[in-house]
């Protein structure tokens, strides 16, 4: 299942892009918004693109061959600092950041990202850093791991979950996704059960949602990734070039709003807008991955 790019037309009107611009796409995922990118910056533009993913990586090697105008980093965003230097350029005029998970990463079963398909509970983005979510699963204490449901995933069930988790795991450890939904769906009250083909219309979520986003974001580390991310690029960005931002829940867009918010108060950049641009209906309607999307962008002043 191919990527689709949420909120496209949106992030291509206020990213500002003009021909020949220098622009990081610090998500490439499928590189569904870096092609349109590069479209608007034109022959003379520049593309540097990160994934921590390899499998990113691969599939945009294979969509830019030939590019001359792409540079692809495995790297995390937030090690931008790191390989800044190496990229050869002296500032950006537009940064996109497109966070979380893909298509492709929710619907490869062997990853574990979802709790719709059967595999290891691994849900690194990169294979090579940090611990798997079976061994957050194995390794939490019970009020480590009620914290990470409540504050990553907004679970109200997050004690209940915790504490049958860590029942569970003295049986046997949890390494696959059916093992892990097996455990919530007993600490599951009866009237929030999910039921393959009969879900109730009031419960829009499998009830391992929450806890599926959490485990995650806690593996990836993924805000405190997305501060250092932001921070990164608006230090690197041109005098008026312009940061985007596009967050799937309330968590990560409280991050971006209140450190775009700073910024505009210490007159450091200009919001583009008040309120996040969220998707039209009509997108909704094609791609229910954009039902949650929030795009906020600020303008770098000095
Ligand atoms: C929502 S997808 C991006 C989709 C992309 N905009 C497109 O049009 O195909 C998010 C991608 O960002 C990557 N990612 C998430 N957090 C990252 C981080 N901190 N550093 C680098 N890549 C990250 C994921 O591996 C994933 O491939």
């Keep these: 299942m191919r990527h689709n790019p949420v909120l496209l037309e949106e992030v291509l009107e206020h990213l500002g892009l003009k021909p020949g611009a220098v622009v990081m796409d610090g998500t490439l995922g ?3 918004h870096a092609a349109a990118i590069l479209e608007k910056i034109g022959p003379e ?11 990113a990586i691969a599939r945009c090697r294979e969509l830019f061959r030939g590019e001359p105008r ?52 691994d849900m690194r983005m990169n294979p090579e850093v940090g611990p798997k979510a079976s061994e957050l699963l194995a390794q939490m204490s019970e009020a480590q791991l009620a914290d990470l449901f409540y504050y990553y995933g907004e679970e109200h069930h997050s004690r209940r979950f915790a504490r049958v988790i860590v029942e569970a795991r003295r049986q046997h450890p949890l390494r696959t996704t059916e093992d892990l939904i097996h455990v ?9 059960r999910f039921k393959k083909g009969k879900r109730p219309s009031w419960a829009r979520r499998h009830p391992a949602t929450k806890v599926f986003q959490a485990l995650r974001i806690g593996v990836n580390d993924e805000l405190n990734a997305l501060k250092e991310g932001i921070a990164g690029a608006f230090h690197h960005l041109a005098k008026k070039g312009r940061l985007g931002v596009i967050s799937f829940h309330s968590t990560e867009d409280r991050i971006v709003k209140q450190q775009f918010r700073k910024w505009a108060d210490e007159d450091q950049g200009e919001l583009i807008f008040r309120k996040p641009v969220v998707a039209k209906r009509s997108e909704i309607l094609n791609n229910p991955r954009s039902r949650s999307a929030k795009l906020r962008v600020i303008e770098k002043i000095s």
């Design 184 to 192: 919530l769906e007993q600490a599951i009250p009866a009237q929030l």
């Design 45 to 55: 533009g520049k593309l540097i693109g990160f994934d921590q993913d390899p499998a």
């Design 70 to 121: 792409v540079i692809l980093v495995h790297e995390n965003f937030r090690n931008l600092e790191k390989v800044f230097l190496k990229l050869k350029v002296t500032a950006f005029d537009a940064v996109l950041l497109d966070i979380g998970a893909s298509s492709e990463q929710l619907a490869d079963g062997k990853r574990g990202f979802s709790f719709q398909t059967e595999g290891e509970l």
């Design 30 to 32: 499928s590189g569904g």
